[in-house]
Structure formats: C-alpha cells, structure tokens
C-alpha cells in the first residue's frame, strides 16, 4: 500500500485498521488526519523492549510536534509513511480509541496493569484539540480504577484536569512533563510544533498546584547545542520552581528514522557541528556512556541543590483524601505508593 492511494481507498487498511476518512481541514493547515476504527488499543511492549512499562495506549500515530530527533519517526515506516515531514504532517486517528479502551478493560482477561501513554507519540498533540479522544480514555480508566501515566510535552493536558483529578483518587497515575532545555532558539528550530519550555512549565505548576504529582523528564539533552553547565543549571532551577516532584535527565538518542532527519536538520542550522556528531554516535543511536553519566551526574548534582530528587520506578501515585484515607479504597495511604504498577517513562521522548 502506498501512501497516495490512501485518498482514493477508503477502505484500505492501515496496519490491521480500517480508515474510515481522510481529512483536511483550514485550523490545520499543512496537516492530514486519516480517521481509522482500530480492532485493538491496549498494546503489549515486546518482552525485549528496554521500555518500563509493559502495557500502552497510544490514539495517534505520527506528531505534528514535530521533535527533529523524535524516535518515534522510524514507525510511521511501518504505515509505509514518510518518517520526515509525513510523520508531521500524516496523523492517524484511532476514533473509536475510548469506546474500544472501555471495552478493553471490561475484558475478562485483562488484569488492570499499569498503562503508560505517551509513549510513542504524544497524546496530547495538537490533534486532540479537535478529536478529544483523551477525556473519554481517562474516564474509561477512572471508571475501572486502573492505574495509568502520560508523558506529553503538550498543554492541552490542562483541558482534562478535573478527569484527571477524579482518576487520582481512584487509582495511581503518573504525569509526566517533557523539557530538555529552555533555549528559544533551540526549542523554534528543533521542537517547531510544541509548546514553548515555559508553557510545559506551567503545566508542571499547575498541576502541582491541583495535587497532581508530576515529574520532569529532562530529554533530550542535545550534546554541543542544550549541555553546558549553565544551560543545565537554569533547566533544572525552572523544573524546581515549576514544583516539579523530580527531574529525570536523557540525553539524545538518534534511531534510525530520527537519525537522518536530525543530521539533515544539523548539516542546515548547525553545519560545523556534523562531524562531532558523527564521531560521538559512531557506534550506534546512543552517545558514549562517559558522556550520559557526566550529564546525569551534573543533573543530579544541581537537583540536589535545588531540592529535587530523580525519578523513581513506581512513581505513579494516588491523591489520598485530607485525612489520610485511601478515597478509593478506604484504606491507609502512604504519602508515595511505591508499591504501584505505574512505571516512569524515562526512555522516551
Ligand atoms: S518527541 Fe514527543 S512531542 Fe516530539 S514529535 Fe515525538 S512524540 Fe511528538
């Protein structure tokens, strides 16, 4: 199947979905939405995934975020889509994600585990704005109290507050905010359709201020362009006052699919920095382990002194009721439940 006969073909599957339309639309301009009915939502993470996670949930593919690095590119291959500009611009919409979620989780096998969304592409892109698929996947697992994280660098998370809340107080859920660095112009260049870093920040305030744990995933880190000492520093004393309950760092990594996307884009803004990128993901889509422990150190190192502690497996948490009782449970809450199936999402984004 190729791509430009997807207008022509209705019908046609996309993986094992059916696209049920394809839309453009004027608010969106220069994006296409391929609406498809999905025939299964909760996916497995393959057992051989690095991921800490074992269960997601994911009702967009492709990102008009449009992270240059973005990992996630490589999979829009699979729709035998374009991973540069297509995975921008190439949205596909599962439309019937919260009614099939529902019934998921009704499922007599499943076993209410932790789901982790965000994971792939971010849910809370700009399409949800129109789709609205995320109110009603909350409150699908709010009504089974099943326990879930979002990692998302977008805004929009705001709109579902309230569902959020009431999810909290059922079950344990994780939130998540993506900022590796606060350059202007780092962020117009390589992170073009998303929030500004301080606008992800306020989302961490907020949140906060509501009683929504929420941690900071510090990714990525850019080698050369987001990593000296006071570019480090001033990420982490914002995550700090943010209120952020931890502060995870990542550096870069470059996949195949984001990796000849992000070259292209370096040879273009950044062109006397290609060969030092060259030389330091030479053996693969990792940087060298001296480089990832000296940036994790020097996080570390300044959340420390600004009263920040990295994040931890298991750091999905439930609001307990001012008197200290579970509100879901009636039990005995402890402050941080550790004990729960949510996982950090620090491999991503
Ligand atoms: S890194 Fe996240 S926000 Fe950026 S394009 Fe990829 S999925 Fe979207």
């Keep these: ?83 540069g500009l297509g995975f921008d611009s190439q949205i596909v919409v599962k439309v019937n994600a919260p009614d099939l979620l529902r019934r998921e989780l009704a499922g007599r096998h499943w076993r209410g585990d932790h789901i982790a969304m965000g994971t792939n592409v971010d849910c809370y892109q700009r ?34 507050l309230d569902l959020l809340r009431q999810a909290a107080q059922v079950t344990d859920i994780g939130i998540s905010v993506s900022v590796g660095f606060l350059d202007r112009e780092l962020w117009r260049t390589v992170e073009p359709g998303t929030p500004a870093p301080e606008r992800r920040l306020d989302v961490v305030r907020t949140l906060t201020a509501h009683g929504i744990p929420c941690g900071v995933l510090m990714a990525p880190v850019i080698p050369f362009l987001g990593d000296t000492p006071g570019q480090l520093r001033a990420t982490v004393r914002a995550v700090a006052e943010a209120g ?51 940036i994790t150190r020097q996080v570390h190192e300044l959340a420390a002194e600004y009263g920040l502690g990295p994040s931890r497996p298991g750091e999905a948490r439930r609001i307990t009721a001012p008197d200290g009782r579970d509100p879901g449970t009636g039990t005995e809450s402890p402050a941080v439940d550790n004990s729960a199936s949510g996982a950090t999402q620090l491999t991503l984004l």
Aim: aromatic content about 12%.
């Design 1 to 83: 199947m190729r791509w430009d006969n997807l207008g022509e073909s209705p019908s046609v599957l996309f993986g094992t979905d059916v696209v049920t339309r394809t839309v453009d639309t004027p608010e969106f301009r220069g994006i296409t939405f391929h609406e498809v009915r999905a025939r299964s939502l909760v996916n497995r993470v393959p057992g051989a995934s690095r991921m800490p996670f074992e269960w997601t949930v994911n009702p967009y593919r492709g990102c008009s975020h449009a992270c240059v690095y973005c990992f996630a590119r490589k999979t829009h291959s699979y729709l035998d889509l374009d991973t």
């Design 127 to 160: 399409a949800e704005g129109r789709y609205r698929l995320m109110p009603g996947i909350i409150g699908a697992l709010r009504d089974h109290a099943n326990p879930f994280s979002i990692l998302t660098k977008g805004t929009l998370i705001l709109r579902d």
């Design 244 to 294: 952020a309950g931890s502060v995870t760092p990542l550096v870069l990594h470059l996949r195949p699919g984001a990796r000849e996307w992000f070259m292209a884009w370096l040879g273009h803004h950044h062109p006397h920095l290609v060969r030092r990128y060259e030389t330091m993901y030479a053996d693969g889509a990792y940087a060298p382990k001296w480089y990832q422990r000296r």
